[in-house]
């Protein structure tokens, strides 16, 4: 059988498969199966489609988040039932193809800020109940985000039909048969519906994730997603499977608290999914290829130990300048009276402890900062107050000093510069930007002088044909 004949009978099947599937949820104006709706929901869920989705105050699901990226923001859309200006008139193959190959119903292409290229995993039954569920569980919302606008060359979004044929990993998810069923479920949640990889995989210079570095850590924004390989120093290799479970539910345990995305993806999404769903998750995290950063000499829940120096600054003044405080003065002033004097956290266990904490035990210090000027927020409660209103970029740096100094990985390090930097909303890359449109210049460069060469032989060629047959 050749290879087109192959591929023709496979997208044959697939496509029958899709459309028992669309007759069965009909169309968007038709009443759906209550059973198929649920399991939709719950796939939304799982897939942390309202985070993104809904810009804070605003209707579920109609959109309007910009999501930063190195490029600049890319606006989430509205994925109401909206007729007008959602996906109201979409058919279920058009929503396929939306979310497991990023191309919307008017043909234009999705950026990976929308995580199809995890989504691409899904099963046909999970994309019909997704979509049973977003046409008649979800109320329509009559509004349009603004559109996304990059700058040039990444606004022209035909570019994305490339970075698909090379980036973009053909689905649904295979079960591996030398896993069993739990392993299998944890790694298609985990790779694909919670999309963790989108967030914990570094990314080549194309943006793509590197798959040779699954889930070794990547930066989302100004926060660094950290490594959560198997590996024992720079990864989970040390975290129980009971501890990954309380965390993905809760959001802390005694050597890490979530904050910033992984507390939002906690509260919008992991902390509703089952018991069974949690532990498979974490099943198949504990088996993903270790990757070490060599810095990492221990684990880094391991670093720390009780530290007081407290009794040195009783008595002294402080000074008329505030941004010289020093670390002890700065830690007497705004962390002690919930850490405690030498670190240890509250008594009873509700506060954490400083030492042995993940916060603290990576060279990696951009979470720390954030946590100090934004505080540690979940829903509904605030866990930490945020001291940005209050601190200066020089206290900041000088108490994220004293912090990972004394109860942390003393390699890591915090300036003034890099608060400023994560203040003012992280660093931006305009040099992807430039690098873009250098490469895509120096790429027409050399078409132009292709053509020119192939131009100058084609006319060479006819003249000496032309004298050949001269009398």
């Given at each position: 059988m050749s290879r087109a004949l192959s591929w023709l009978l496979r997208h044959a099947a697939a496509t029958l498969t899709l459309s028992v599937a669309f007759f069965a949820v009909a169309s968007p104006a038709a009443s759906a199966d209550a059973d198929l709706i649920a399991r939709g929901k719950y796939m939304a869920t799982a897939s942390d489609c309202v985070a993104c989705h809904t810009a804070p105050g605003g209707a579920a699901m109609a959109g309007g988040l910009p999501?930063?990226?190195?490029?600049?923001?890319?606006?989430?859309?509205?994925?109401?039932?909206?007729?007008?200006?959602?996906?109201?008139?979409?058919?279920?193959?058009?929503?396929?193809?939306?979310?497991?190959?990023?191309?919307?119903?008017?043909?234009?292409?999705?950026?990976?800020?929308?995580?199809?290229?995890?989504?691409?995993?899904?099963?046909?039954?999970?994309?019909?109940?997704?979509?049973?569920?977003?046409?008649?569980?979800?109320?329509?919302?009559?509004?349009?985000?603004?559109e996304t606008k990059l700058p040039f060359p990444f606004d022209i979004r035909l570019s994305m039909a490339a970075w698909n044929l090379l980036f973009l990993e053909?689905?649904?998810y295979k079960p591996d048969p030398a896993h069993d069923a739990e392993w299998n479920r944890g790694a298609y949640l985990a790779r694909g519906a919670a999309h963790c990889g989108t967030c914990h995989t570094p990314r080549n210079l194309l943006m793509a994730e590197k798959t040779s570095s699954e889930m070794a850590g990547g930066d989302i924004g100004f926060w660094h997603a950290p490594n959560i390989t198997s590996d024992a120093n720079s990864g989970i290799g040390g975290w129980s499977v009971e501890e990954l479970i309380a965390y993905m539910r809760d959001g802390q345990i005694a050597k890490s608290q979530a904050a910033g995305p992984m507390a939002e993806a906690i509260d919008h999404s992991l902390r509703f999914l089952t018991e069974e769903d949690l532990k498979a998750m974490a099943v198949y995290l504990k088996t993903v290829p270790p990757v070490r950063d060599a810095a990492d000499t221990q684990p880094v829940f391991a670093w720390g130990e009780p530290s007081d120096e407290l009794a040195i600054i009783r008595?002294?003044?402080?000074?008329?300048?505030?941004?010289?405080?020093?670390?002890?003065?700065?830690?007497?002033?705004?962390?002690?009276?919930?850490?405690?004097?030498?670190?240890?956290?509250?008594?009873?266990?509700g506060l954490p402890s400083l030492m042995h904490n993940t916060a603290l035990g990576r060279e990696n210090t951009n979470n720390l900062v954030m946590v100090i000027l934004g505080g540690l927020h979940r829903q509904p409660e605030?866990?930490?107050?945020?001291?940005?209103?209050e601190l200066s970029d020089a206290q900041v740096a000088t108490l994220s000093t004293y912090l990972v100094l004394h109860f942390g990985n003393p390699a890591g390090k915090v300036t003034a510069a890099q608060v400023t930097t994560l203040r003012a909303g992280g660093a931006s890359s305009t040099w992807l930007i430039w690098a873009a449109r250098i490469g895509l210049a120096v790429g027409a460069l050399v078409v132009v002088v292709i053509l020119l060469f192939l131009f100058a032989r084609t006319r060479r060629r006819a003249g000496q044909n032309e004298a050949a047959r001269a009398p």
């Open positions: 999501l930063a990226t190195p490029i600049g923001a890319i606006m989430s859309t509205n994925v109401t039932p909206s007729k007008q200006n959602g996906i109201g008139n979409y058919t279920l193959e058009q929503f396929d193809a939306a979310v497991r190959k990023g191309v919307r119903a008017d043909g234009k292409h999705l950026y990976p800020a929308m995580p199809y290229t995890a989504y691409a995993l899904l099963t046909d039954g999970d994309v019909a109940a997704l979509y049973a569920y977003f046409m008649n569980g979800v109320e329509p919302v009559e509004t349009r985000p603004p053909n689905g649904p008595g002294t003044a402080l000074p008329q300048d505030l941004d010289t405080m020093s670390g002890p003065q700065l830690y007497d002033a705004y962390c002690a009276t919930c850490h405690q004097a030498q670190g240890q956290g509250s008594f009873e266990g605030v866990l930490m107050p945020g001291f940005a209103s």
